[in-house]
């Protein structure tokens, strides 16, 4: 391994952790446009411990910080205030306080939780992609963007069956960011 393949490799990998509709759609007027009560405790479980990083909109659709995990709001504004979280003016601001709080609390990854202005501002650095595909085509206003499989390789799937306090089914997927080839652009 080169010195620059080490250092790539020993740093935070950087995780989307998403749920997406088969027609991409991720939102409505701010909020989840379901009820998926399986897909949060797969939330929980995937973020808990590491720093999370969101834009200032996902951040009014929660009603508190999320615990157990430094909160982190993305926003232009520089009077926004987000009690329990810390803003930052720039996703290359919130990426770097990402960083120094994973390695004050030892985690290995820093998560990407959103929203689609984020999510689509910061998929060119995303090294893995937890999506949950929620099984049905909803109305909405905010999407996810394309996955390219040619940029990102599934390496694992399951399907899950619709539990009593979900609103659908879901399958879960993780997308792995392919390694560069010999001598390409990228990382
Ligand atoms: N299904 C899911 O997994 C999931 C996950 C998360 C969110 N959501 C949904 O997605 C929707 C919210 O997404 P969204 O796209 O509307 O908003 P968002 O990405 O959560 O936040 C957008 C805001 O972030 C700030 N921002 C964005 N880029 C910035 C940059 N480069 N520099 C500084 N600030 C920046 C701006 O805040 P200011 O206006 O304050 O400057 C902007 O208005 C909601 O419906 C939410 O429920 C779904």
Redesign the pocket.
């Known amino acids: 391994m080169t010195e620059a393949e080490q250092k790539v490799a020993s740093r935070p990998k950087i995780v989307f952790v ?3 509709a088969a027609n991409g759609v ?3 007027e ?3 446009p379901w009820r998926l009560s399986t897909d949060l405790k797969r939330f929980k479980a995937l973020t808990i411990g590491k720093p999370v990083v ?5 951040w009014a ?1 929660l009603a508190r910080p999320l615990p157990g995990r430094p909160n982190i709001v ?4 520089p009077d ?1 205030e987000a009690p329990g979280a810390e803003v930052a ?3 290359e601001a919130a990426l770097t306080i990402a960083l120094e709080r994973a390695a004050a609390i030892g985690s290995d990854e820093i998560c990407i ?6 999510y689509r ?1 910061s998929i060119g650095m995303a090294d893995v992609l937890h999506v949950t595909e929620v099984q049905a085509e909803v109305d909405g206003d ?1 999407r996810f963007p394309p996955i390219d499989p040619a940029t990102f390789e599934k390496v694992t799937e399951e399907d899950l069956p619709r539990g009593e306090k979900d609103s659908h089914a879901m399958h879960f997927v993780t997308w792995r960011r392919r390694t560069a080839p010999p001598g390409g652009a990228g990382v």
Do not use: D, Y
Not at 54 to 58: A, D, V
Not at 74 to 77: E, H, K, M, Q, W
Not at 113 to 118: A, H, P, Y
């Open positions: 998403v749920a997406v991720i939102g409505r701010g909020g989840l969101m834009g200032r909109k996902t659709s993305i926003s232009r504004n926004f003016p720039s996703l939780i959103g929203g689609g202005e984020i501002q905010t």
